[in-house]
Structure formats: structure tokens, C-alpha cells
């Protein structure tokens, strides 16, 4: 029941108007509608998706969409750079005090993930920014908080202040950030307990705790799983008490997190950091790009680009960009893509990056047959020079000749050669996209997701 | 007699349930006038039933986070109905909208919507996302069956997290019911062995087992949980007699796929809608009954042990709607006056 991505949601459209061979303002406005079913079954709020659109409707209409070869593609990357520039740069960067301690204060609301993140959080301030935190136990209402937080602390070996259930965590904090001076520690985490953003008694009481030495930080902890409500939510945190960050826990689940978005356009607050996964060592920067990839459903695409970039030779693709435009693209050079594609790394873990991958059922368990892409090599070297530049001439008698040669089925010859059609098609497609817009050169891995059917 | 009416009059004569209604309203009041005060708006500001005002309706159902496709169900239905009884005044309108959502509440078995208790030892398993508030409402629960006189006996399956066995310990002490527990890092499979065992042996009515919070994407975590599911029906056939997921309110869309999920591998019997006393709807609840079949069987309404309520479709609906019927009541005693 996984939710379908931007991209497979403009495939009617695209399809239509590929048809028409020109697209009207009615397509454009058809295309914002999956845009906006697209944010809402991401949880982005409804008066946030509103907006958006608006803006990114007035961006696209005016701009060479109405032109362009592939208009689909045109509108998710105007989207997706919308939706990119709205979360802000990378800025995991931490404010600390001039005047010792630094405090940071960890807000938000009940099971966020706030003491699991103060433990990732001083382990990654000790270990990349060579601190000495302490790390403070102020949540004293929910059973055992005291005890969680104190066996993180012995984990990571690090201190934690903590005096039971009796005091006020307000005093608590006191005395903890005094400590903290004495034993020159010089950085001070308060783990505060979860509450109702709509609890007056309990926010007053995070008014008093900032009260007590200005926080260099305080950071709302929001589960990237919540719904609508996440505007509410950050939206009363940041008036009573002025946030300086957003912590994106859970991240690690399959949810698309359109309340990044949400908190973001309210808040106006950078998100720092991406909780992904229980473990102390689970703490990461937030990219918006990556994060727009998320909300939008189209997988991990910019770490695959990544991943091809390095491991693609410059050259060789440029030169396999100018085949599959003149489309004298053959098998031997199908060969060496599916080569290169190989050395990208296990193609199990290639594959969960595609988009719509996540629609696959089992997909963390998917092992690719990588034999598979033996039968593939061994058919391609079983045919004749003639034969792997004009495939067209590959009748009947020839693919028997090349199933036997290469010890497979007709079957699967026939796979193969309709494989390599589509390929081509849509290497055409890719390359008019790439060369119809300020010559930009595309990354190419054609025909990927094909190979693996 | 309107919808409402029926509602009230259903209530009223019974103490019990005029109390328990009570608390929900009172734990409702922020959902509530949130909710019923947008359709208020919707019905003041529109006089006719025209397409704004369904796409107003729309919006707010959407912002209940009841999800894409069960609101353009629920719209299609509406107006299939509105047209039907040929309602042109917003104002009742409200009603049958009520009656529409209580309806995808009914609809199937009613009784799929209270604890199924076994003869002898009846075992209930709790199952959820990280932090949704499982062990909170085992204590709760536990709280609330012993009050109705059964012996309980708990299972700290949670062998995972920082403080999770020291928590449900907590909870235990304050409930007043035993703890069977085995230390942070055991195999949680192996401690839901021992508590069935003695459960059996100590002869309570009722034997409820945390377990760890995970994420419903972890193979690994899933397949624990699956073999935990495992041991306790090789120990006790029939048993785990109800597999509730504990669902946060807040939680958006993703809760479809949770309950999807742990319902592939717990076979899960009920919900338990948690931390409904803060601002979020909760309203993927009812694409999760329309879609999956699983029921809300209880409501968690705030953080102290008596803070649990049973699920009741039509209370659930009454509280959302009091206003509106505080307002009709008004309406058909004027008319009455006349
Ligand atoms: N306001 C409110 N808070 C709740 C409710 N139920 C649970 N909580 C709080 O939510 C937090 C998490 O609850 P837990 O019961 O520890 O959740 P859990 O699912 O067992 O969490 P893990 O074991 O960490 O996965 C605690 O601070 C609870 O007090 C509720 O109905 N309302
Ligand atoms: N998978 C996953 N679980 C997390 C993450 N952060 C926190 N958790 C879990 O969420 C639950 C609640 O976390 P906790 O730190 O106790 O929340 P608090 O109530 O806000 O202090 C615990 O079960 C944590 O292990 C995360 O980034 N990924
Ligand atoms: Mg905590
Ligand atoms: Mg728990």
C-alpha cells in the first residue's frame, strides 16, 4: 500500500500529452492537481500544499514547459527544486556559547524521540566538534525517563546529571548547567520530557527552564511520521518558546516526512538533523534535496546519481550520449553500460535506490540475480558484429543460432532484444530532454530497472 | 427523531455511560472544537449545499489527516446521499455526515470492536511504531481490567530500549500488577516463554506483553516480532487472543502502512489510538477501518493510567459533533415552542 510517487502519478498526464504533441494551460493545471495529491499523501499540511502549488504553478506556466520534449519530467524538477529551495541549505551547523557552558535544550512532544537524540547528539558533539557534554536528565513524569537517559549516558560514556524525580526539572537544570561549569564541562544537553504543545503548565515550565541561562539551542524534536498536525505542533513550540532547529527523528521508516515542509514554511527554523535509526550513531545532516526526492517519492535518486558520477568515466559517456542521440547506439556498447553499471556496486543495492522502488514488495530482501546479467552477456557476445549494430536483421534461424551459442532459451534472446528497443526509445527521450535544455549534460543509465524484469 | 436526538437519548438514562461520555468530551474538547467548529463555519457560511461547500468539507476531513482516497469516498458517498434526500439545507447536512461516519465505523460485526476474552488465560499482545505509547496504554489497560475485578499479570518485552523494562516495572508497581522480566538485551522471544508459563501456573485472567517499539520497514525487527507472535501460540493455542497497535494520533499517512504491516505479521485485532487529547484528529483511523477492517478499540486521552477509554463509534462521532447537537437541540425546541 506504499504511495505512489510524483513521477508515476504524471504518467497519465505525460502519456496524454506526449499524444498532443503540445501542452495547454489545462495540463499544466491537471499536472498541479497529481502535484498536490502527491504533497497531501506525503502528510505536507493542506493550507502549506496550497501555497505551494500556487507558486510553483506560476513557475512553471510562464517558463519553457509548454516547449519542452518531456514536460512530466520538466514539472517534478521544477517541483522538486521548488520544494528544495522552500527546506533551506545544509545547516547542521551548531551555535555554541562564548560564555561557557553551551546549553541545548531538547523540546517536543511525547515519544518524539528527544532522549534518544540528546545521546546521539552529545556523542556527535564529542566526537566532530571536540566537546565535553553533559548530558541532563529533566524529564521527571514519564516512568523510567531518568533510568533511559542514564544508560545512554553509560553507553556512549559520557556524564549525566540527574537527581532523580523529586526536584523540579527547572531546578534540576539549575544546578546541572552550575555543574557543568565546575567540572568544566562545556556543554550542557537538557532532555526535557515530552508534552502537549497545548499544555500551558508544561510550557511554562520550558519558559522558565530558557529562563535560566539563555540555550544556544533549542531544538524541536518532531517524528517524521507525523501528520496535519505538524504545523500546529512547531507552530506553538516556536511562539512560546522560540525554537533554533528542527530534529527529523525516525527517518529510517518508509514515511514520505512531508512535515519537513510543513514545519519549515511555519517555523521558518532550519531542520538540522535526520534521526535514522535507534542507535547512537544514527544521527545525520539534513539535505533538502534529498529530503525533496523523499516527500516527492522518487527514491534515493541523487545518491544514485552520485554513485554514477564516480564511478562513470567522463568521456565514455559523453561519447554514449552522442550514439543514443544519432542512435547508433549497439549492443557492444550496451555491454559496456550494463559493465559500468556493474561497478557501481552490488546492483541489490543500486536497485532500492530507483524510484518506485519502494513499491516493491520485499525489496529489502531483493537479492538481483546477477546471473541474470550473465545470460545477458553471454547472448550480446554470442552474436556477429552485423548482428549487434543492426539488430534488425535478427530473425528466427539467427536467434535459435544465438540461444544455442549462448546456452539460453529463445526466450530469453527474444527478452533481450525487446529490452534493447525499449532502450533505445527511451534513450531517445532522455537525450531530447538533455540537449533541449541549455545543452546540460544528463548522467544516462538507460533501460536500468529493464534489465533486472 | 434526528440523529442526534437518538444519540442523546441513547446516553442519557444510563449514569455509567453519561459519565464515560463526559470524559470524552472532556478529553475531546480540543479535537472537538477544532472539528465540529470548521463544520459550524461551513454551515454558517453556506446556506446551500453547493460544490464549495463539499470541497470545504473536503479540506477539513483532509486536515483530519483522514487521508486522499477515503475522503473522495466519503465526498462521493455524501453527495450520492445529500442528492438522495434531496438535502438542500447545510445545516442538516451535519447530521448526515455523522451518520455516514459512524456508518464506515459499524459497518461489518459489531462486537469486533470489544476485547475478546478467552475461558481461562486470555493473552494480549502490544505492537507499534518506536514512541507511540504502547507501554503507556498496557499500564492503562492493566489498570482498567483490574478494576473490573481480573488478575493481570505483564510481560516487559521490550528487551531493547534504554529504560523499557525499568518503565513497564514502574507501571507495574503503580498499577499493582506483577512484572515477569528478564534483563535489557535478552531475547525477547524467550521472555514471552516465561510469562506464559507463568501466567499458567500463577492462573491469571490475563496476561498482556510489551514489546519493543519498530519500525514496520525492518525486516529483522518484523521477524522477531513474528517469532515472538510465534512462541506465545505454540504455548497457548488460540493465544494471543488480541494483538492491539498502539497508533499515535498525530501520526499522518504512514499509518495506513503500519497497520497494513503489523497486521501482515501479528494478524493485529484492534487499535489503540493514543494521545488523542492534543490537537491531531487521529482521522487515518477511519481509512484503516474502511481499507484494513481493523477496528479502534480503545482511545488513550492523556498520560495517567486512568486516561484509557473503550472506543465507542457514536461517542467517538457525539463528541465531535456536541455543538452541533447542542444546536439542533435548540433548533427543535424552538420549533417544539411554536
Ligand atoms: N498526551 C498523551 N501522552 C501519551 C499517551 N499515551 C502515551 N503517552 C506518552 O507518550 C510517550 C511514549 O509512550 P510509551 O508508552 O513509552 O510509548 P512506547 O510505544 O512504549 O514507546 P517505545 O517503547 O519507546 O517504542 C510517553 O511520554 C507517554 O507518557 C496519551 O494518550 N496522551
Ligand atoms: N527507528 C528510529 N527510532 C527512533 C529514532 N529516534 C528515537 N527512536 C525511538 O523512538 C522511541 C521514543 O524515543 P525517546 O527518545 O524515548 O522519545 P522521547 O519521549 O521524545 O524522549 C524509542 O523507542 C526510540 O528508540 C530514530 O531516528 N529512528
Ligand atoms: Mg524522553
Ligand atoms: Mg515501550
Given at each position: 500500500m506504499a504511495f505512489e510517487g510524483l513521477a508515476e502519478r504524471l504518467q497519465g498526464t505525460i502519456q496524454r500529452i506526449k499524444g498532443k504533441g503540445k501542452v495547454s494551460e489545462a495540463d499544466v493545471k491537471e499536472m498541479m492537481r497529481e502535484v498536490r495529491f502527491a504533497l497531501i499523501e506525503a502528510d505536507v499540511n493542506l493550507k502549506v500544499v496550497k501555497e505551494f502549488v500556487k507558486k510553483v504553478s506560476e513557475r512553471a506556466v510562464g517558463q519553457d514547459v509548454m516547449e519542452s520534449l518531456t514536460p512530466g519530467q520538466q514539472v517534478v524538477k521544477i517541483v522538486k527544486d521548488e520544494l528544495t529551495n522552500l527546506m533551506g541549505g545544509e545547516q547542521s551547523k551548531i551555535e555554541f556559547a562564548t560564555k561557557q557552558p553551551t546549553v541545548i535544550m531538547m523540546v517536543g512532544l511525547q515519544g518524539a524521540g528527544k532522549t534518544t537524540t540528546s545521546g546521539k547528539l552529545a556523542g556527535m558533539l564529542r566526537k566532530k566538534h571536540n566537546r565535553k557534554p553533559l548530558l541532563v536528565a529533566a524529564d521527571v513524569y514519564r516512568p523510567a525517563a531518568v533510568q533511559q537517559l542514564e544508560t545512554i549516558g553509560k553507553q556512549l560514556s559520557l556524564p549525566v546529571f540527574s537527581k532523580g524525580t523529586d526536584l523540579s526539572p527547572v531546578e534540576i537544570s539549575r544546578q546541572a548547567i552550575e555543574y557543568a561549569k565546575a567540572e568544566h564541562?562545556?556543554?550542557?544537553?537538557?532532555?526535557?520530557?515530552?508534552?502537549?504543545?497545548?499544555?500551558?503548565?508544561?510550557?511554562?515550565?520550558?519558559?522558565?527552564?530558557?529562563?535560566?541561562?539563555?540555550?544556544?539551542?533549542?531544538?524541536?524534536?518532531?517524528?517524521?511520521?507525523?501528520?496535519?498536525?505538524?504545523?500546529?505542533?512547531?507552530?506553538?513550540?516556536?511562539?512560546?518558546?522560540?525554537?533554533?532547529?528542527?530534529?527529523?527523528?525516525?527517518l529510517d521508516g518508509d514515511t514520505r516526512g512531508g512535515a519537513a515542509l510543513s514545519i519549515r514554511s511555519v517555523t521558518d527554523k532550519p531542520i538540522k538533523f535526520v534521526g535514522m535509526g535507534e542507535k547512537m550513531d544514527a544521527l545525520e545532516a539534513f539535505y533538502p534535496e534529498r529530503m525533496?526526492?523523499?516527500?516527492?517519492?522518487?527514491?534515493?535518486?541523487?545518491?544514485?546519481?552520485e554513485k554514477a558520477q564516480t564511478n562513470v568515466d567522463e568521456a565514455k559517456a559523453k561519447e554514449l550520449e552522442e550514439k543514443f542521440r544519432t542512435s547508433s547506439f549497439t549492443f557492444d556498447d550496451f555491454l559496456e553500460q550494463m559493465n559500468q553499471v556493474k561497478q557501481m556496486g552490488p546492483l541489490d543495492e543500486i536497485l532500492k535506490m530507483l524510484p518506485g522502488a519502494n513499491k516493491i514488495k520485499g525489496i529489502e530482501n531483493a537479492k538481483v540475480d546477477e546471473s541474470q546479467m550473465g545470460r545477458v552477456e553471454a547472448i550480446i557476445q554470442s552474436m556477429t558484429t552485423q548482428e549487434k549494430t543492426t539488430p534488425e536483421i535478427i530473425n528466427s534461424n539467427r536467434r535459435k543460432r544465438i540461444a544455442k551459442g549462448s546456452g539460453t532459451t529463445i526466450q530469453d534472446v527474444n527478452r533481450l532484444l525487446k529490452q534493447f528497443e525499449d532502450m533505445k526509445k527511451m534513450m531517445k527521450q532522455m537525450s531530447g530532454m538533455a540537449n533541449s535544455k541549455k545543452g546540460k549534460k544528463k548522467m544516462s543509465m538507460p533501460g536500468l530497472d529493464s534489465l533486472f524484469k | 427523531?434526528?440523529?442526534?436526538?437518538?444519540?442523546?437519548?441513547?446516553?442519557?438514562?444510563?449514569?455509567?455511560?453519561?459519565?464515560?461520555?463526559?470524559?470524552?468530551?472532556?478529553?475531546?474538547?480540543?479535537?472537538?472544537?477544532g472539528f465540529t467548529s470548521k463544520i459550524n463555519d461551513l454551515v454558517a457560511r453556506y446556506r446551500k449545499v453547493d460544490e464549495d461547500f463539499f470541497e470545504e468539507l473536503e479540506e477539513v476531513l483532509l486536515q483530519a489527516d483522514v487521508g486522499f482516497e477515503t475522503v473522495m469516498e466519503l465526498m462521493d458517498q455524501l453527495r450520492f446521499e445529500v442528492q438522495r434526500k434531496n438535502v438542500k439545507?447545510?445545516?442538516?447536512?451535519?447530521?448526515?455526515?455523522?451518520?455516514?461516519?459512524?456508518?464506515?465505523?459499524?459497518?461489518?460485526?459489531?462486537?469486533?470492536?470489544?476485547?475478546?476474552?478467552?475461558?481461562d488465560l486470555t493473552v494480549i499482545l502490544f505492537v507499534g511504531v518506536n514512541g507511540v505509547g504502547k507501554t503507556t496504554s498496557i499500564a492503562k489497560l492493566a489498570h482498567r481490567l483490574k478494576n473490573e475485578g481480573k488478575t493481570v499479570l505483564l510481560a516487559a518485552g521490550d528487551t531493547f530500549r534504554a529504560g523499557a523494562i525499568e518503565q513497564l516495572d514502574i507501571w507495574g508497581k503503580r498499577v499493582g500488577v506483577d512484572v515477569i522480566k528478564q534483563s535489557e538485551g535478552s531475547d525477547p522471544a524467550a521472555v514471552m516463554y516465561d510469562a506464559v508459563r507463568a501466567a499458567k501456573s500463577r492462573g491469571v485472567d490475563v496476561l498482556i506483553c510489551d514489546t519493543a517499539g519498530r519500525l514496520q520497514n525492518k525486516v529483522n525487527l518484523m521477524n522477531e516480532l513474528e517469532k515472538v507472535h510465534r512462541v506465545i501460540s505454540r504455548e497457548i493455542p488460540g493465544a494471543p487472543h488480541e494483538v492491539l497497535l498502539a497508533l499515535d494520533a498525530t501520526t499522518g499517512q504512514n499509518a495506513l502502512i503500519q497497520a497494513q504491516t503489523f497486521k501482515e505479521?501479528?494478524?493485529?485485532?484492534?487499535?489503540?489510538?493514543?494521545?488523542?487529547?492534543?490537537?491531531?484528529?487521529?482521522?487515518?483511523?477511519?481509512?484503516?477501518?474502511?481499507?484494513?477492517k481493523i477496528p479502534v478499540k480503545f482511545v488513550g486521552l492523556g498520560e495517567q493510567m486512568d486516561d484509557l477509554q473503550p472506543f465507542d463509534?457514536?461517542?467517538?462521532?457525539?463528541g465531535l459533533f456536541a455543538e452541533g447537537l447542542d444546536k439542533e437541540e435548540e433548533l427543535e425546541n424552538a420549533e417544539a415552542d411554536k
Open positions: 564541562l562545556d556543554t550542557v544537553i537538557i532532555d526535557t520530557a515530552g508534552r502537549l504543545h497545548v499544555d500551558e503548565n508544561l510550557m511554562q515550565e520550558l519558559k522558565d527552564i530558557r529562563a535560566l541561562k539563555e540555550p544556544d539551542e533549542i531544538f524541536l524534536v518532531v517524528d517524521a511520521m507525523t501528520g496535519q498536525d505538524a504545523v500546529n505542533v512547531a507552530q506553538n513550540f516556536n511562539e512560546a518558546i522560540g525554537i533554533t532547529g528542527v530534529v527529523l527523528t525516525k525533496a526526492s523523499r516527500i516527492l517519492g522518487m527514491g534515493d535518486m541523487l545518491s544514485l546519481i | 427523531m434526528s440523529f442526534f436526538k437518538k444519540l442523546k437519548d441513547k446516553f442519557s438514562g444510563n449514569q455509567e455511560a453519561e459519565q464515560s461520555t463526559e470524559k470524552y468530551k472532556e478529553g475531546l474538547t480540543k479535537t472537538r472544537t439545507d447545510t445545516s442538516n447536512v451535519q447530521s448526515v455526515i455523522s451518520e455516514k461516519l459512524v456508518e464506515i465505523y459499524e459497518a461489518g460485526d459489531a462486537e469486533i470492536n470489544e476485547l475478546k476474552f478467552a475461558d505479521v501479528t494478524n493485529v485485532t484492534g487499535i489503540v489510538l493514543t494521545k488523542l487529547d492534543g490537537t491531531a484528529k487521529g482521522g487515518i483511523v477511519l481509512a484503516i477501518r474502511n481499507k484494513l463509534a457514536q461517542k467517538y462521532v457525539y
